[in-house]
């Protein structure tokens, strides 16, 4: 790395504290700077984090008290916890590191700030690097740990990165949840004591808890007002997030890769690079952080984030294992005909030797099965292009079975540690592939290239992952080494996906893990959505998609129309409430379109050419949220607006229904209160229009008083139900 790179007026200030040459770093966003303290030969601080500071309050800023250590380290001051820990080549516990260089340096969408951190006796470095976007406040912070020792060191700590939370009401919101049930939203205010949330399942890691947090300064959590810290980690494997609550006048923030069982021997002038925090600040409350993530998801991260999303059906729900040649071509008919733009053949289509009936066989054996599909994948795509629709297929590439030509051939590229039998998964056969295997990552890139060499029409790739890893063990890396398996099984997937990623940057990838297992923005970069769950019941989508809306954007929450009853929870809820709440994702499909009646699908027809109208408010707009669900008063509500705040779309779910019930009015927000705003009802159902259909009114209005909204639809009286919902579309008029 070059260090001499030029300092930037405001980013570096030089002072005089405590008899050293202090230098301030500052690193800014549009609305926001962190201040870091970096007096060479000193300790790296933090000296603040939140709003932008004014440069007469960068020249005066002496920092508060008590701020601390910007990476602390283990062993020299051991009773809090540390991001950093080391057992350096000659066995010594302790670390001390100090300020050696400061570089910043610039390219067109951010500027890198590195402080370059020596320890005071060992030839041991960290890179403490700040990356802070010109046009969005995201910044991401991570470490690079360069080994100059002359033997190896072994890491037992390696957070990517740490932040000071200052005391006083913060609350923590974050998601947990489980198999069908993910992104609970979960909001708790931080007590004194240890809070953790962390992953272990090895290939996945957001079905339970998530790797992002926000945290709320001001008091319990609001969404469109107070202070918030938001944080990110962006890695698709194991990671821990720590809150200490010392007795110190800080929350003390960590989060990283999860070092249990993974301490990592870095060899000699080897650099063990950490995966970035993404770190954003937002005084409009948790919705206004979300829109920051959203906004940098889009705009730096999500594969092809700049794009709009086709409406597809996916074969899942509609006939499970039960592939074939006709079955496919109707249901690619039935998608085409209520306008839909893509079908997507999932599971069961593959297997030679074995068939893929069910779930406990030939995940590896990735050949078209011509006993179900006679015309092979050409078949499919002749039928997709006679239908004038694109077509996609599902794969399981880092996956195998115990029943499968690819086992029987190498059952050394699974992992597994010696001496044990291997731990199944699903379908009592199941078995990761060891990616750290350098043949085995050409094995699963492989799978992707073949099937896009030979059949380049191919579309859209769901990309599953339906086991943990159950077995601690790689076949390929050394002895020494078995603790590097699940950061090494990352490394592989990352270098696969690279490869995938730069032979076809167009094709359209979803990450889905049984569900919502991969909704991260480690994983993101190379897909271009995910499941949010299999779970596809409407009402506890809303709470799924309200708290998955947190970090990640709609465009990227595939969100799918499903049967009913539902296949899940066995609910049943009409088929106009499953619409509008799909259409506050990525709208797509996930049912037989040959049992639905006419009318269905002609509602659907429907609602399919208007979310093509909504679309780019939907997958490319502001998020706000108005109303949670899980405030429990009957109702949830959101919004998204447009950038140029013309055109926004409004949902409104009703969450339960009891006779005489009062529900609260919702007021809109993120409008321009200056615009006036003509209002329609998208997918209406009702025999009359609402009251305000057609009507104008200011944005002032609307963000002051909502719309007054009925209960329920008025339809014949062999329609009623309990469930209710509204989407409305606002249009600005001159
Ligand atoms: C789990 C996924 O989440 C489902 O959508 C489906 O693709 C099945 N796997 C197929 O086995």
Request: some cysteine; overall charge negative; proline content about 4%.
């Amino acid at each position: 790395m070059n260090f001499k790179n030029r300092m930037k007026s405001l980013a570096c200030l030089s002072l005089v504290a405590g008899g050293l040459w202090a230098q301030n770093v500052c690193v800014s966003t549009p609305n926001t700077s962190l201040l870091l303290s970096a007096p060479a030969g000193g300790e790296l601080r933090i000296l603040y984090y939140g709003e932008k500071l004014a440069e007469a309050d960068l020249k005066t800023y002496e920092g508060d008290r008590g701020m601390d250590a910007a990476y602390p380290v283990y062993g020299l001051t051991c009773i809090t916890e540390t991001a950093l820990a080391v057992t350096h080549a000659d066995g010594n516990l302790t670390t001390e590191m100090v300020v050696d260089q400061v570089a910043t340096s610039d390219d067109d969408t951010s500027t890198k700030t590195v402080v370059r951190l020596k320890d005071k006796v060992y030839p041991f470095y960290v890179n403490v690097c700040y990356r802070a976007y010109h046009d969005v406040d995201i910044i991401e912070a991570w470490t690079e740990i360069t080994n100059g020792e002359k033997k190896p060191v072994v890491l037992t700590q390696f957070a990517s990165a740490y932040l000071p939370i200052r005391r006083g009401e913060v609350w923590l919101s974050h998601l947990h949840g489980s198999w069908a049930n993910e992104g609970q939203l979960v909001q708790e205010p931080l007590t004194p004591g240890m809070k953790v949330i962390q992953n272990k399942d090895g290939a996945r890691n957001s079905h339970t808890d998530h790797a992002e947090v926000m945290f709320s300064l001001d008091g319990q959590p609001r969404e469109n007002a107070g202070r918030v810290i938001g944080a990110a980690l962006c890695y698709g494997g194991n990671y821990k997030l720590r809150v200490e609550t010392h007795d110190g006048d800080y929350h003390q923030f960590f989060a990283g890769i999860n070092e249990d069982n993974s301490a990592y021997r870095l060899e000699k002038d080897e650099t063990f690079v950490t995966p970035a925090l993404a770190l954003t600040y937002s005084d409009e409350g948790l919705s206004g952080a979300s829109r920051n993530f959203h906004r940098w998801g889009r705009e730096y991260k999500l594969a092809n984030g700049d794009k709009l999303r086709k409406i597809l059906l996916n074969s899942w729900e509609g006939v499970y294992f039960d592939i074939n040649q006709e079955g496919m071509d109707q249901m690619m008919a039935d998608i085409a005909a209520m306008g839909g733009e893509l079908f997507v053949m999932d599971d069961g289509w593959f297997g030679g030797k074995y068939q893929r009936n069910k779930d406990n066989s030939s995940l590896g054996d990735w050949v078209v099965d011509k006993r179900k599909l006679p015309e092979g994948i050409e078949g499919l795509l002749a039928d997709a292009k006679k239908h004038g629709i694109k077509f996609g297929i599902w794969i399981e590439p880092e996956m195998t079975n115990t029943v499968s030509e690819l086992y029987e051939k190498h059952p050394d590229w699974i992992l597994k540690a010696p001496q044990r039998d291997p731990v199944l998964g699903r379908g009592g056969t199941q078995l990761v592939l060891d990616l750290a295997n350098p043949e085995v990552q050409d094995f699963v890139f492989g799978v992707v290239d073949d099937l896009m060499t030979r059949y380049p029409e191919i579309d859209y790739i769901k990309w599953d992952a339906n086991m943990p890893i159950s077995n601690h063990g790689s076949q390929y890396l050394p002895a020494d080494k078995q603790s590097h398996m699940y950061i090494e099984y990352h490394r592989g997937f990352a270098k696969v996906c690279d490869r995938i990623r730069a032979k076809y940057p167009d094709l359209t990838i979803q990450a889905c893990a049984s569900g919502g297992g991969r909704a991260n923005w480690g994983i993101l970069p190379w897909f271009d959505e995910f499941w949010v769950s299999d779970n596809t019941d409407a009402l506890q989508r809303i709470y799924m998609q309200w708290g998955t809306s947190y970090f990640f954007p709609a465009i990227a929450m595939a969100s799918h129309i499903s049967a009913a009853p539902n296949h899940q929870t066995f609910r049943t809820i009409p088929l106009k409430y499953r619409i509008d709440v799909a259409m506050s994702g990525r709208l797509g499909m996930e049912i037989q379109p040959k049992n639905m009646t006419g009318e269905e699908k002609k509602l659907c027809k429907k609602a399919i050419a208007e979310y093509k109208t909504i679309r780019p408010v939907v997958q490319q707009g502001d998020i706000y949220r108005l109303l949670s669900p899980y405030d429990k008063l009957g109702l949830a509500s959101l919004m998204y607006v447009a950038p140029a705040k013309d055109k926004a779309v409004f949902y409104w779910w009703k969450t339960e229904h009891f006779v005489n019930q009062h529900l609260p009015r919702v007021p809109m927000a993120g409008l321009n209160p200056d615009k006036l705003y003509r209002v329609h009802e998208l997918n209406r159902i009702d025999n009359e229009p609402l009251a305000f259909e057609g009507k104008v009114f200011s944005g002032a209005y609307l963000m002051a008083n909502g719309l007054e909204i009925p209960y329920n639809h008025k339809v014949d009286y062999h329609k009623q139900n309990d469930y209710s919902s509204r989407v409305l579309y606002l249009e600005a008029v001159e």
